[in-house]
Nanobody, 122 residues
Framework: VQLQASGGGLVQAGGSLILSCRAS????????MAWFRQAPGKEREFVTG????????EYADSVKGRFTSSRDKAENTVYLQMTSLKPEDTAVYYCAAGSGFLEALPSAYDYWGQGTQVTVSS
């Protein structure tokens, strides 16, 4: 499966952005989907993951209550709605697809998108 992420940009602190990740192929519903982010000089970190059905989502503590992930089976797309953005949310955001369980480890995911830059100014 190929993943194409989009929607990043520059936003002021307190603002909102919606990221999209479109998957190619007809097996989208076979994968758990996740968003990770990586800031300069830091390791890639888990942001959120969503189950195959879309009925369950997990979030990193740092984004709980501010970020919401969802998926649209008809569009083969997963979304990340980000609100109340903070400068520390600045990073390249990656979407990922995994054939196993919904996990927070990058190694659990088989396919990765190219990343989209999110910059939050103070």
């Amino acid at each position: 499966v190929q993943l194409q992420a989009s929607g990043g940009g520059l936003v002021q602190a307190g603002g909102s952005l919606i990221l999209s990740c479109r998957a190619s192929g007809r097996t989208f519903s076979s994968y758990v989907m996740a968003w990770f982010r990586q800031a300069p000089g830091k390791e890639r970190e888990f942001v959120t993951g969503i189950s195959r059905s879309g009925g369950r989502a997990e979030y990193a503590d740092s984004v709980k209550g501010r970020f919401t992930s969802s998926r649209d089976k008809a569009e083969n797309t997963v979304y990340l709605q980000m609100t109340s953005l903070k400068p520390e949310d600045t990073a390249v955001y990656y979407c990922a697809a995994g054939s196993g369980f919904l996990e927070a480890l990058p190694s659990a995911y088989d396919y990765w998108g190219q990343g989209t830059q999110v910059t939050v100014s103070s």
